[in-house]
C-alpha cells in the first residue's frame, strides 16, 4: 500500500504545478502605465444631436394652421360636412383593419 500512497501524493503534485504555472502573473509594465478612456463622435453623430436640439425649440403647435380654425369655431363659422367626415371615417376604419390582418 505504500507504493499507492506515494502515487497519489505525487499525482497531487503534479496537478498542484500544472495549476500554479497556469496562473496569470500581474505584469509590472501594465500597472505602472496610465490609460484614459476617450469619447469621439461622429459626423453624423454631431448632426443628430443638432437635428433633435431643432426638434425639442420647435413648438408643438402651429399657430399659423390652428389659429384660423379655432378662430373659425369660437365664432360658430366652422363647418364640418357629413360627406367629408364620412369619407374621413371610413378610411381610418380600413386603415384599422389592414393593421389587425
Known amino acids: 500500500m505504500e507504493g499507492g500512497k506515494d502515487m497519489r501524493i505525487e499525482a497531487y503534485n503534479q496537478v498542484n504545478?500544472?495549476?500554479n504555472t497556469n496562473k496569470t502573473t500581474k505584469n509590472d509594465k501594465t500597472s505602472k502605465?496610465?490609460?484614459?478612456d476617450q469619447v469621439q463622435i461622429s459626423s453624423?453623430?454631431?448632426d443628430i444631436q443638432t437635428l433633435k436640439?431643432?426638434?425639442a425649440d420647435s413648438p408643438d403647435i402651429r399657430e399659423e394652421l390652428t389659429m384660423p380654425l379655432k378662430a373659425s369655431i369660437e365664432a360658430g363659422t366652422y363647418n364640418v360636412s357629413n360627406e367629408s367626415f364620412a369619407e374621413k371615417l371610413l378610411e381610418k376604419y380600413d386603415e384599422s383593419e389592414n393593421?389587425?390582418?
Open 17 to 19: 504545478q500544472i495549476y
Open 33 to 36: 502605465t496610465n490609460f484614459s
Open 44 to 46: 453624423i453623430g454631431k
Open 99 to 101: 393593421l389587425n390582418v
Open 53 to 55: 436640439q431643432a426638434v
